[in-house]
């Protein structure tokens, strides 16, 4: 079975400072996307951005950008300029098989402080 | 847009009692999933649908039974509520034609088992 690991319960970060939010995850499969997803207080569930793992090149969304490390099964979030509305539970998912199931690491939960 | 909407959004229910949560998503999505959340675990699957009048088991189906008689509609069922049970629970949906590509979450229904 899928796993993903998510080390970091807690996380903080000032204004305008960058943060880098780890996962790892253990798969025998070669063929798989990885995410990560944003929860705010509010609940609602957002995609922040996706990784496929045929691709070498980093996925990059505005301020989040990913360290994919195929090899070492690492999928990092960094998010820079870091500000009050990213303020959130932040949680590393992989996919894969032909109904597409996502498997959830446990969050990290990301304060950003003034 | 609507895109996935969940009902209720909170219940309390008693042990033993039965009730039913209410997924329907209006994007044509052929596939739908149930979650549920909790603290420290992130999120677990409970059951998953890959087409109309098909449904499977995911990681912690127990004590849950659903249905997808419509497209558009996955109902969540509890037939005898437990405290274990209580949770925030998730539905979502992809389209089979855009691959590994993004979940559309409903905002979650808080269940309370006394």
Not at chain 1, 13 to 29: G, P
Request: one cysteine or more.
């Amino acid at each position: 079975a899928q796993t993903v690991t998510q080390s970091q319960p807690e996380m903080s970060v000032q204004e305008a400072e960058t943060v880098t939010l780890s996962c790892t995850y253990d798969t025998s499969e070669s063929d798989y996307y990885l995410f990560w997803y944003k929860q705010p207080p509010s609940r609602q569930m957002i995609l922040v951005i996706r990784q496929e793992a045929y691709k070498q090149q980093n996925a990059t969304e505005n301020r989040f950008s990913v360290n994919f490390q195929k090899a070492a099964k690492s999928f990092s979030l960094k998010i820079s300029d870091s500000q009050l509305g990213d303020a959130a539970m932040y949680f590393c998912a992989y996919c894969t098989g032909t109904a597409s199931k996502l498997t959830f690491g446990t969050g990290t939960r990301l304060q950003v402080t003034l | 847009n609507a895109g996935v909407t969940q009902t209720p959004k909170f219940r309390v229910l008693k042990t033993g009692q039965s009730m039913t949560l209410l997924c329907a998503q209006d994007m044509n999505h052929e596939y739908m999933y149930w979650y549920r959340q909790d603290p420290g675990m992130g999120l677990r699957l409970i059951h998953y649908s890959v087409g109309e009048g098909t449904t499977a088991k995911g990681e912690v189906p127990d004590g849950y039974n659903v249905s997808r008689l419509k497209k558009q509609n996955f109902l969540l069922g509890l037939e005898s509520a437990a405290p274990s049970q209580t949770s925030v629970y998730f539905c979502a949906s992809r389209s089979l034609r855009e691959g590994r590509g993004e979940l559309f979450f409903g905002e979650g229904s808080r269940l309370t088992v006394l």
